[in-house]
């Protein structure tokens, strides 16, 4: 049954700095891809329960969702990018609503898609 989880997507829109809105295919990450995304984007997972000192860190938490996506995304025709691609083609603003979709199935926060309680326990 995890299997099931492993092979879920979902469909995503995102607005690039060119003014249009792309399709995007999204998949849920495992603990150690979102692990790895804070860290190569300069935070610890473990920083985010302190509100103020996430905000002081603005931009590495920009940096993380470019990670998070760059780990889940992919184009309409199989494109990936890295996450300095992800950072030049996205409008400013967009990365955070499909970061935070992408940690939404992936079980961090928010509502998981049914598909994917199949393999969760409670």
């Known amino acids: 049954m995890i299997l099931q989880g492993k092979d879920y997507s979902e469909s995503a829109e995102v607005r690039a700095v060119d003014g249009e809105t792309y399709d995007v295919l999204i998949r849920p990450l495992g603990e150690g891809e979102i692990i790895a995304a804070y860290r190569e984007g300069g935070i610890s997972f473990s920083e985010l329960g302190d509100e103020k000192e996430a905000r002081k860190k603005l931009e590495d ?17 199989g494109e990936v990018w890295t996450a300095e691609e992800v950072g030049k083609l996205i409008k400013f603003g967009e990365s955070f609503p499909l970061a935070r979709r992408v940690l939404e199935i992936s079980g961090i926060f928010g509502r998981e898609p049914d598909a994917l309680k199949t393999f969760r326990t409670e």
């Open 61 to 77: 938490i920009i940096l993380v969702q470019h990670h998070i996506i760059a780990r889940a995304a992919q184009g309409a025709n």
